[in-house]
């Protein structure tokens, strides 16, 4: 989560993982949120990027929104492994 603080890269990905988790239905608590938000960040900012768009300019927004497209994904990769 570039452009952001430790604090707020935190706050940030635990909202945008709670969020995928409940979208996705998933029991999932509060640090694993902050952990899927965090990680989720980097994989949607990836996936953005393949696209073309870039979320990397800081704003908490953009930050939060790559977030929680990459918790989804994150979620939704675990549980089709998983089976």
Excluded: P
């Amino acid at each position: 989560m570039q452009g952001l603080g430790w604090l707020a890269a935190i706050v940030v990905g635990g909202l945008a993982g709670w969020i995928a988790s409940s979208i996705m239905k998933a029991d999932t608590g509060i640090f694993l949120n902050v952990i899927l938000g965090i990680v989720g960040a980097v994989v949607g900012n990836a996936l953005l990027g393949l696209v073309g768009l870039n979320a990397q300019a800081g704003s908490w927004l953009a930050q939060g929104v790559a977030g929680l497209i990459g918790a989804v994904v994150l979620i939704w990769l675990y549980r089709a492994v998983a089976g």
